[in-house]
């Protein structure tokens, strides 16, 4: 069975640094996949934040963190991360971690497996 456990969230003032952290276990680990990470705030669609896929060669990132947000993964540890610098109010969101077994995308209908959610507050 496929369980994600993301931990790292927390809240801090604008400009400050978090680094998300995402466990993964099962079987699909070891295959081709990609990872992402997704946010939510109250009242607003989920959002596809970042992907890798298993290789690490291929990421993908939405506009609004390009050169902020940076997504890694750790084969070794079955662990994604995602570094978040210079944050913003507009970050504030529940941020999740999601697999797949195809190619990455940002359509969070893509993607069989969640984990629970951490939240990330920023205050200004």
């Known amino acids: 069975q496929v369980k994600l456990v993301e931990s790292g969230g927390g809240s801090v003032q604008a400009g400050g640094s978090l680094k998300l952290s995402c466990a993964a276990s099962g079987y699909f680990y070891s295959g081709s996949n990609c990872m992402a990470w997704f946010r939510q705030a109250p009242g607003k669609e989920r959002e596809g934040v970042a992907g890798i896929h298993a290789g690490g060669s291929t990421t993908y990132y939405t506009d609004s963190v390009k050169g902020r947000f940076t997504i890694s993964r750790d084969n070794g540890r079955n662990t994604i991360y995602l570094q978040i610098n210079s944050l913003k109010p507009e970050d504030t969101a529940m941020y999740y971690c999601?697999?797949?077994?195809?190619?990455?995308?940002?359509?969070?209908?893509?993607?069989?497996?969640w984990g629970q959610g951490t939240q990330v507050t920023v205050s200004s």
């Open positions: 999601a697999a797949t077994l195809g190619l990455c995308s940002a359509d969070y209908t893509n993607y069989g497996y």
